[in-house]
């Protein structure tokens, strides 16, 4: 029987939520001891365990149909390629947050991409950081090093560098200033952007469908409320994302009704307080654990 693999980053920041959002699709996984190889014990999706940056290679080259990476790294990899034929993104996840920006010493009088042009910028993203440097029509001199980037300008081997912030401890403990952001990166869900052979295909789309069903369930929230019967149209209003309540009868007060409905965008205590406003008592929100359309 035909299977899939999907590589995942073995070890650091997207590690745990990759494998959580393949467990949240129902995939059991056993262990291998040398932990690189995880056998898909009741649905035939196999895990890899790699570095993230071999991820994008190994769905170009065929050595897994799917893989999680960040943005960034398969941004660098595709230009870095031309352009980067047999990788195409599939979904955005909502986990591996971060941007690529542009810092420069405390000291320096650069304020953004615009006084980069032939100055030397350090960066672990060469590819990306020159193509997002000239469609501003900047040309700066990229110096490509492994990492600890943040340490170049102080050692005079750049004049500003380009590398990947979250909260921005590294750069203020680095005595550097975030001036411009370049590019902002999730990590993604990626494949090979061609349709797979006919017996790959359909466990492909089995497995997107649960995905699917998996993000929109962590955005998702269950309401029930009981609202009067005149106030049911700005308790519409009021409820993020929600398609079509259901509407119950509640004994005994025609006037008043339970409303139930899923709301697909964040629940907030503004909105209950919005909900209670409106007359709505009784209100419930109840996490959604599973969808499927
Ligand atoms: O071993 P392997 O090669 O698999 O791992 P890695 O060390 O290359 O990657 P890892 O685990 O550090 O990052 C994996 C992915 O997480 C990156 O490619 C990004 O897509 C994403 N990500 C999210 C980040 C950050 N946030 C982040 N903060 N990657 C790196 N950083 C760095 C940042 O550059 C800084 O040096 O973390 C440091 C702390 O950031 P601040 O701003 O919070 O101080
Ligand atoms: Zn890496």
């Given at each position: 029987?035909?299977?899939?693999?999907?590589?995942?980053?073995?070890?650091?920041?997207?590690?745990?939520?990759?494998?959580?959002?393949?467990?949240?699709?129902?995939?059991?996984?056993?262990?291998?001891?040398?932990?690189?190889f995880?056998?898909?014990?009741?649905?035939?999706?196999?895990?890899?365990?790699?570095?993230?940056?071999?991820?994008?290679?190994?769905?170009?080259?065929?050595?897994?149909?799917l893989?999680?990476?960040?943005?960034?790294v398969a941004?660098?990899?595709?230009?870095?390629?031309?352009?980067g034929?047999?990788?195409?993104?599939?979904?955005?996840?909502?986990?591996?947050?971060?941007?690529?920006?542009?810092?420069?010493?405390?000291?320096?009088?650069?304020?953004?991409?615009?006084?980069?042009?032939?100055?030397?910028?350090?960066?672990?993203?060469?590819?990306?950081?020159?193509?997002?440097?000239?469609?501003?029509?900047?040309?700066?001199?990229?110096?490509?090093?492994?990492?600890?980037?943040?340490i170049?300008?102080?050692?005079?081997?750049?004049d500003?560098?380009?590398?990947?912030?979250?909260?921005?401890?590294?750069l203020?403990?680095?005595?550097?200033?975030?001036?411009?952001?370049?590019?902002?990166?999730?990590?993604?869900?990626?494949?090979?952007?061609?349709?797979?052979p006919?017996?790959?295909?359909?466990?492909?789309?089995?497995?997107?469908?649960?995905?699917?069903?998996?993000?929109q369930?962590?955005?998702?929230?269950?309401?029930?409320?009981?609202?009067?019967?005149?106030?049911?149209?700005?308790?519409a209003?009021?409820?993020?994302?929600?398609?079509?309540?259901?509407?119950?009868?509640?004994?005994?007060?025609?006037?008043?009704?339970?409303?139930?409905?899923?709301?697909?965008?964040?629940?907030?205590w503004?909105?209950?307080?919005?909900?209670?406003?409106?007359?709505?008592?009784?209100?419930?929100?109840?996490?959604?654990?599973?969808?499927?359309?």
């Open positions: 029987m035909s299977r899939l693999r999907v590589a995942i980053q073995k070890s650091g920041r997207l590690s745990e939520k990759s494998l959580a959002l393949l467990q949240g699709c129902g995939l059991r996984f056993a262990r291998s001891k040398d932990k690189l995880w056998y898909g014990k009741d649905f035939p999706v196999d895990l890899l365990l790699v570095r993230d940056d071999d991820i994008p290679r190994m769905i170009m080259g065929g050595v897994c149909e893989g999680i990476v960040g943005e960034n941004n660098e990899v595709m230009l870095d390629r031309n352009g034929t047999g990788l195409s993104s599939l979904r955005k996840l909502d986990f591996g947050h971060c941007r690529l920006s542009l810092a420069v010493p405390e000291s320096s009088g650069i304020s953004g991409a615009g006084g980069l042009d032939g100055k030397r910028v350090a960066t672990t993203y060469p590819a990306l950081t020159r193509e997002l440097l000239s469609r501003q029509g900047i040309e700066a001199r990229i110096v490509e090093l492994a990492g600890s980037v943040e170049a300008p102080g050692l005079g081997t750049a500003a560098i380009a590398d990947l912030v979250s909260t921005g401890t590294t203020r403990a680095n005595h550097l200033k975030e001036v411009e952001v370049l590019f902002e990166s999730t990590a993604a869900l990626y494949g090979t952007g061609q349709a797979l006919e017996d790959k295909q359909p466990l492909l789309d089995r497995l997107l469908a649960r995905i699917d069903g998996v993000l369930a962590q955005e998702s929230k269950y309401v029930m409320l009981h609202a009067p019967r005149a106030a049911l149209e700005r308790i209003e009021i409820l993020p994302g929600a398609e079509h309540p259901t509407l119950m009868e509640l004994e005994g007060t025609p006037d008043r009704v339970a409303v139930h409905a899923v709301c697909r965008e964040g629940v907030f503004e909105h209950l307080e919005a909900l209670k406003g409106a007359g709505a008592s009784a209100i419930l929100v109840l996490p959604v654990e599973k969808m499927l359309a």
